[in-house]
């Protein structure tokens, strides 16, 4: 499933490369491309790595599958210069989720058998992607929706916020700020707990 969604990528990269009007164009297309590949890449790896080593295996299963799925049609619409609403809001939510679960199977390989103190830590972190995920997946889904309410209080680029969503980009915020130290304080208490008992 890997090769495939890596090899359909690669075969719509280079027709999009190929096919672009001039050659800069042609060259910001390759090396947009390429850096979605490694993205998506980094995510993929962490989920192979984790299905190896036996944990949360359909989980990581699944965000092989989002995010080839994703990566295959971004590439489509880099190339076919798709503007539709609905398909950009499924791409979205899409990379959204393959961000978020780098981080998750990023924290799970980097702690294995998280001891009492980071194990909280670890829980608290996940806990915290993914609330991260499911609001990023509302704001992006709801996005440009007109509100049912008139108290419009923010602006991202032309897209209004309503007050409603303007609380959840806060909250949105500060499950960044946990994410961030949650996933480093895991790391950290599990070398620290790990170490006496391999000095035994």
Do not use: N
């Not at 050659?23 to 490694?38: K, M, N, P, Q, T």
């Not at 609905?86 to 989720?97: D, E, P, R, S």
């Not at 799970?108 to 995920?133: D, E, F, H, N, T």
């Amino acid at each position: 499933m890997t090769l495939v969604t890596f090899g359909i990528a690669a075969v719509l990269g280079a027709i999009a490369v190929l096919d672009a009007d001039h050659v800069a164009s042609g060259f910001g297309l390759g090396l947009g491309v390429a850096v979605l590949v490694f993205v998506a890449g980094a995510t993929v790896v962490c989920a192979l790595a984790c299905i190896v080593r036996g944990r949360a295996e359909l989980v990581a299963l699944a965000g092989i599958l989002v995010t080839g799925l994703a990566l295959d049609l971004l590439v489509l619409a880099i190339w076919q210069d798709i503007d539709s609403e609905t398909y950009g809001k499924a791409v979205g939510i899409g990379l959204a989720w393959s961000f978020f679960g780098l981080l998750a199977f990023g924290l799970m390989l980097a702690v294995s058998g998280p001891g009492k103190l980071a194990r909280w830590l670890y829980y608290g972190a996940l806990a915290a992607i993914g609330a991260a995920g499911l609001i990023s997946a509302y704001l992006i889904a709801t996005a440009g929706e007109t509100a049912v309410s008139t108290d419009v209080t923010t602006t991202i680029g032309a897209v209004p916020v309503s007050s409603a969503d303007d609380e959840l980009l806060r909250v949105l915020g500060l499950a960044f700020v946990l994410i961030a130290t949650l996933w480093f304080g895991a790391i950290a208490a599990d070398r620290y707990e790990r170490g006496p008992r391999a000095a035994a």
